[in-house]
């Protein structure tokens, strides 16, 4: 069998070009240094710009659930709203039964403190602690005083034309 394969193979002739083309890129081949992959450019910025996003969402993450500010409203009920670097309610403490009531009944969570305020201002029970004449404390506090400054004004402009309603400020350390 052997010797009939190289006699049907022994009339196949190749040209002196096809040799030399194939004998230079066999040689040129075998003498190429194993390749490694390499990344591609586009990959590479894909992944840097998914990198940057997730850093970038990661952060804001921290700023926007981390209260800088906390605003304490006191009459019976008595909450206290965590504000973030962006004026936004994202803690609420209740610390009387009342206080867990109103703040199911607000659903003031994630809306601007001045928002949060006048609905508290305008719910129904806290409408009727303040027409008999009962007291209302809010206390600003943050370590900032810029920033204890602004939200005291904008605190001061909700309750302007109340009666019974105090307004306090002061950092965390003097509280």
Known sequence: MNDRLKKAFDSIRAEDELLEHTKE?????IEQPEKKKHFSLPSVRFAA????????????????????STISVDINPSIELGINYF?????????NEDGENLMEALQIKYKSYTEALEN??????????????????????SDSEEKNNEVMD???????????IYCHSGNSKAV
Do not use: H
Not at 25 to 29: A, D, G, I, S, V
Not at 121 to 135: F, G, P, V
């Open 87 to 95: 004026d936004r309610v994202v803690d609420i403490k209740a610390f």
């Open 154 to 164: 904008n605190v001061r402009s909700c309750t302007n034309g109340q009666t019974n």
């Open 25 to 29: 890129f066999l040689k040129n081949y």
């Open 120 to 141: 508290i201002l305008e719910n129904e029970t806290i409408q009727e602690c303040l027409a008999q004449n009962e007291a209302m404390s809010i206390t600003v506090v």
């Open 49 to 68: 710009a998914l990198s940057c996003l997730l850093l970038f969402l990661l952060a804001g993450g921290v700023f926007f659930f981390t209260p800088v």
